[in-house]
């Protein structure tokens, strides 16, 4: 079997979405059959590029020029599927990224298995938007995108308690908090197989914020940190601008993110 960090820098070379995910969830499937065998795979060693491929469609704009659609038309549901599309395409490279760029961090199996199944997640979740987007009569590329998705993958390329804060931790969470509402566009428009795959994202989700609070908590413990103040501190130096209430405290606290973690970096924060 190919190094795992091999493996990784390939899905982050790949450029086609549909590709990209479907390697992913190649690579993804000899890793997990290989550890229910009881084996300890290689991890190897990778030089990942600084910004994963990506296809010519969508353009990427600054946030502040993607056009805004209302959600209560079918133009408008349309572009927030693309918009979900494009997070779960930056979620698969994200989530092999951190394998393949902390690659000389030595670490549990258990970090591996963990972000592994998150990108074969984050695959599947990107084919279900795609799959929507189809059946509404568009595609992944139609529409314009984001760009700056990256930024925090940039900025966190070198502190891995910093990528696991700010990635899992804040963006992450933050999917969370704004995933309900979503489904509720599309249960009041009765489509139901966005509403469907939006419930399956919403739902793996949780784990992938668990599993970065997992690994943020096990780092500290490494090194002799209390939890809550360096991720503060981490969130303050590589996020920019305060977090945004209402948070869904439930999910997060499924998840393992205390209220004392994100309560102080919020916008309604007054001490
Ligand atoms: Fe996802
Ligand atoms: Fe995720």
Redesign the pocket.
């Known amino acids: 079997m190919t190094p795992l960090a091999e493996m990784a820098e390939a899905v982050l070379r790949c450029a086609d979405g549909r590709e990209k995910t479907a390697l992913s969830r190649r690579f993804a499937a000899q890793w997990q059959a290989a550890r229910a065998a009881g084996e300890t795979p290689e991890i190897g060693h990778a030089a990942p590029p600084m910004h994963p491929a990506r296809a010519q469609a969508p353009a990427l704009l600054s946030p502040r020029d993607v056009p805004r659609r209302r959600p209560g038309t079918p133009e408008g549901r349309i572009a927030l599927l693309h918009a979900v599309a494009h997070i779960?395409l930056n979620?698969v490279d994200?989530?092999w990224d951190i394998i393949a760029r902390f690659c000389d961090t030595r670490l549990p199996m258990g970090f591996y298995d963990d972000w592994v199944r998150?990108a074969d997640?984050?695959s599947k979740?990107f084919n279900l938007m795609c799959d929507c987007l189809e059946a509404a009569g568009s595609h992944y590329g139609a529409l314009p995108a984001h760009a700056g998705m990256w930024r925090a993958a940039e900025d966190t390329a070198t502190d891995l308690m910093g990528r696991l804060a700010v990635v899992?931790m804040v963006l992450?969470a933050r999917?969370l908090d704004v995933t309900p509402g979503m489904i509720e566009v599309f249960r009041r428009a009765r489509e139901a197989d966005a509403v469907t795959a939006l419930e399956t994202?919403y739902a793996?989700?949780v784990s992938?914020?668990a599993y970065g609070s997992k690994w943020f908590h096990f780092l500290c413990g490494r090194h002799d940190e209390d939890p809550k103040e360096r991720f503060h501190a981490l969130v303050r130096q590589y996020f920019h601008g305060a977090l945004k209430p209402p948070f869904n405290e439930e999910k997060r606290a499924e998840a393992g993110i205390p209220p004392d973690f994100y309560w102080p970096l919020s916008e309604d924060f007054r001490d």
Do not use: D, K, S, Y
């Open positions: 779960e979620a994200l989530h998150a997640e984050e979740h899992p992450e999917g994202i793996e989700e992938h914020v």
